[in-house]
């Protein structure tokens, strides 16, 4: 996996960080079989009373991504990379399941390791900070669209619906079931 890590707010991690992100995030190869073409990009934000790492790991169906501030910039970084590992083995499992090792999802985690999905629920956050965003549609069926939610860790996610060519958001319903809104053109 390659790493590349720059900071923000005037922030230049040194060369001790960048080594111990990388050594760090080598333990994610395990997870995936072509290791050699994934690119890992590290954030690393400094403000007066913590730090942020963001971590975001873009392979061709998946964005696998984690923000974790915590009290120095190397508990930060290994936080990151748990919860990483988390959302893998959380997202491994479930495509194995429940979508029966399709064609382009199942090709980037390796097949020979099991996991116990009741360990690996996540607690999910909810912050109040408000930021606007523009994204690119891409088109997608509406199971990856969910798939790719969850690995982000979102509630909603909006795509172009490749079975009816609409732009729709998927959701989490409160009964932890999943809506899909189309829209209407």
Known sequence: MKVKIRGKNKFEPSDAIRTYASEKLQKLDQYFERKRELEAFVLCKVYDTHQTVEITIPTKNVLL??????????????????????????????????????????????????????????EIKATNLVKEKSVDLKPMTPDDAIMQMEMLGHDFFVFLNTVNDKVCVVYRREDEDYGIIETNQ
């Open 65 to 122: 991504r984690s923000e974790v501030k915590a009290d120095d910039i190397y508990s930060a970084i290994d936080l990151s990379i748990d919860k990483l590992e988390s959302q893998i083995r959380k997202h491994k499992s479930k495509i194995y399941r429940s979508l029966k090792r399709r064609a382009g999802v199942s090709q980037y985690y390796s097949s020979n390791l099991d996991f116990d999905l009741e360990k690996m629920k996540t």
